[in-house]
C-alpha cells in the first residue's frame, strides 16, 4: 500500500515556476514507478511525466517538455514536478500517481495503482 500527498500548488503569474512535491508512505516506494498528471475544468485526467523507480528513465509529455522536469529523491520518499515557463493552459489540478508490479515507466492512466488527492496549479495571464 502506498499513500501520496502532493504539495506545492498555488496562483503563478505566466512564466513563472512552482515546484509540486508528491510525499509517499510504504515500504515499496523506491520500487514503485512514479507519474504526474493534470485534470483541467472540463477536461479528461492527461498525463504530464513519468519516472522509473531509480530516476534512470523519464518521459515527459510534448506540452510540458522543456520546462517540465519530474525528478525524485528515494531517501526522502519524494517525487518533484518542477514547472518553469508556466502558461496559462498549464492552470490543472495536477495528480501524483504510482504504479506497483512493474518497473516500466507508463503513460496510462490505467497502468497506476495509487493516486494522490491533487494540488491546484493557476496560472494567470
Known amino acids: 500500500q502506498v499513500q501520496l500527498v502532493e504539495s506545492g500548488g498555488g496562483l503563478v503569474q505566466a512564466g513563472g515556476s512552482l515546484r509540486l512535491s508528491c510525499a509517499a508512505s510504504g515500504r515499496t516506494f523506491n520500487a514503485n514507478v512514479m507519474g504526474w498528471f493534470r485534470q483541467a475544468p472540463g477536461k479528461e485526467r492527461e498525463f504530464v511525466a513519468t519516472i522509473s523507480w531509480n530516476g534512470a528513465s523519464t518521459h515527459h509529455a510534448d506540452s510540458v517538455k522543456g520546462r517540465f522536469t519530474i525528478s525524485r529523491d528515494n531517501a526522502k520518499n519524494t517525487v518533484y514536478l518542477q514547472m518553469n515557463s508556466l502558461k496559462p493552459e498549464d492552470t490543472a489540478v495536477y495528480y501524483c500517481?504510482?504504479?506497483?508490479?512493474?518497473?516500466?515507466?507508463?503513460?496510462?492512466?490505467?497502468?497506476?495503482?495509487?493516486w494522490g488527492q491533487g494540488t491546484q496549479v493557476t496560472v494567470s495571464s
Open positions: 500517481a504510482a504504479r506497483s508490479g512493474s518497473y516500466y515507466i507508463s503513460v496510462y492512466l490505467r497502468d497506476y495503482d495509487y
